[in-house]
Nanobody, 118 residues
């Protein structure tokens, strides 16, 4: 069993930056794919970024060039660096994990709120 906990959300002005963290506990997850998703009120959950066990990075079209995902397996932590934030990035951000051989994410955190507003 893996538990995921996000942190780092908050209120930021347009054009600003935030770094989210996702810490895993319960077992090491260095072989897992870890993804970030977001959900704004009244919308469906959408993919933001993911990172494979080997460090391969994948991004949703709306965040390419602005967000960067990284992992530190020694700390069981995945980060999401968010730059040039826009109001449309406002959402609850959730991290999720899955074994590399699976296609569906099996473990989810509770989420952290990101609000981009002046």
């Amino acid at each position: 069993q893996v538990q995921l906990a996000e942190s780092g959300g908050g209120l930021v002005q347009p054009g600003g930056s935030l770094r989210l963290s996702c810490v895993a506990s319960g077992r090491t997850f260095d072989s897992y794919v870890v993804g970030w998703f977001r959900q704004a009120p009244g919308t469906e959950r959408s993919f933001v970024a993911a990172i494979s066990w080997s460090g391969g990075e994948y991004y949703g079209d709306s965040v390419k060039g602005r967000f960067t995902i990284a992992r530190d397996n020694a700390k069981n932590t995945v980060y999401l660096q968010m730059n040039s934030l826009k109001s449309e990035d406002t959402a609850v951000y959730l991290c999720a994990g899955r074994p590399a051989e699976r296609t569906g994410y099996e473990y989810w955190g509770q989420g952290t709120q990101v609000t981009v507003s002046s």
